[in-house]
Each structure stands twice: as structure tokens, then as C-alpha cells.
């Protein structure tokens, strides 16, 4: 019989740790920003003037865009809730969730945008369709998701026990 090891995960520390800290900041940064999308959803008088059928498209056009804006804000901050939860206890689920995370936001950003622009064109008024989160997305899977899947820290750390 052969003996078999086990081998013990590493601590997270390092590149990971870095790139952890990363993605902490860019979801603190998210529930931040997320403070006046949330407050212009929740007031009363837009959300009146939205639902009459004589109201202009560009109070649905940025009530909509505004809307996935804030949906893909919530899916980061739990996201990376849950990615906590499971560096926490060094899971070897992590590594597939995180990029998979990072690519649910890049469709999520993605799609946002072209809904955006779509809705834009179809009313005919030209609105500046923010661009600054979606190039977010692309950079943090950019790096990300190569990173995950790569490093031999990574792996070294989130090993199946």
C-alpha cells in the first residue's frame, strides 16, 4: 500500500493576498457609489412620474438604466460577500466562483449597457450612457480571472483536503 499525503493549504498571503484585498476595495468602492443610484430608485415622486403612461421614455430610459446599475452594484457587494465566506475556509469552490463572478459582471455590465444604448436610440433623445463601470468589469476579469485560474498560490491554497 502506498501512503498517501495530504497536503496542507497554504496560508493566504502574498499575490493573494493582494489580489483579495483588490477585490475587497473594488466592492467597498461599489456599495459606496451605490448610495445615490439607491436613493434616486427610492423616491416616490420619479417613480410615480414613471409609471404614467404619459411620461417621456427618457424617465423610463434612466430609471432603467439606472435600475441595472444598481442590480449589478447588489450582485457585487453579495458576490464578494460570499467569496469572503469562502477564502474564509479556503474552499476549493472559490477559484471557479471568483471567476465566474467576474464574468457574470462583465455580461452584467455588458448587457446594461447595450440596453442602455438601446433604449437611447429608440426614444431619440442622445443620453451619455456611463462607460466607466462596464471598463471596470473588463479590467478586473482581465487580470483577475488569469490570475485565479494560473497561480500556484491559488491553487496551493484552495487544495481539496
Given at each position: 500500500?502506498?501512503?498517501?499525503?495530504?497536503?496542507?493549504?497554504?496560508?493566504?498571503?502574498?499575490?493573494?493576498?493582494?489580489?483579495?484585498?483588490?477585490?475587497?476595495?473594488?466592492?467597498?468602492?461599489?456599495?459606496?457609489?451605490?448610495?445615490?443610484?439607491?436613493?434616486?430608485?427610492?423616491?416616490?415622486?420619479?417613480?410615480?412620474?414613471?409609471?404614467?403612461?404619459?411620461?417621456?421614455?427618457?424617465?423610463?430610459?434612466?430609471?432603467?438604466?439606472?435600475?441595472?446599475?444598481?442590480?449589478?452594484?447588489?450582485?457585487?457587494?453579495?458576490?464578494?460577500?460570499?467569496?469572503?465566506?469562502?477564502?474564509?475556509?479556503?474552499?476549493?469552490?472559490?477559484?471557479?466562483?471568483?471567476?465566474?463572478?467576474?464574468?457574470?459582471?462583465?455580461?452584467?455590465?455588458?448587457?446594461?449597457?447595450?440596453?442602455?444604448?438601446?433604449?437611447?436610440?429608440?426614444?431619440?433623445?442622445?443620453?451619455?450612457?456611463?462607460?466607466?463601470?462596464?471598463i471596470q468589469?473588463?479590467?478586473?476579469?482581465?487580470?483577475?480571472?488569469?490570475?485565479?485560474?494560473?497561480?500556484?498560490?491559488?491553487?496551493?491554497?484552495f487544495i481539496?483536503?
Amino acid at each position: 500500500m502506498t501512503p498517501t499525503t495530504k497536503h496542507e493549504p497554504r496560508p493566504i498571503g502574498g499575490s493573494l493576498l493582494i489580489a483579495l484585498i483588490c477585490l475587497a476595495a473594488w466592492a467597498l468602492y461599489t456599495a459606496i457609489a451605490m448610495r445615490d443610484p439607491l436613493k434616486l430608485m427610492l423616491e416616490w415622486e420619479i417613480l410615480a412620474v414613471f409609471a404614467r403612461p404619459e411620461t417621456h421614455g427618457w424617465y423610463r430610459t434612466i430609471i432603467v438604466m439606472v435600475g441595472c446599475d444598481v442590480l449589478t452594484g447588489v450582485f457585487i457587494v453579495v458576490g464578494m460577500g460570499w467569496l469572503a465566506l469562502l477564502a474564509w475556509r479556503k474552499s476549493p469552490r472559490f477559484t471557479v466562483h471568483v471567476q465566474a463572478w467576474l464574468l457574470a459582471i462583465v455580461a452584467m455590465r455588458t448587457g446594461a449597457y447595450l440596453l442602455g444604448d438601446y433604449m437611447t436610440h429608440a426614444i431619440g433623445i442622445d443620453i451619455d450612457i456611463p462607460f466607466d463601470g462596464f471598463i471596470q468589469a473588463v479590467a478586473a476579469a482581465a487580470l483577475g480571472i488569469p490570475y485565479f485560474r494560473l497561480s500556484r498560490r491559488v491553487r496551493e491554497t484552495f487544495i481539496d483536503a
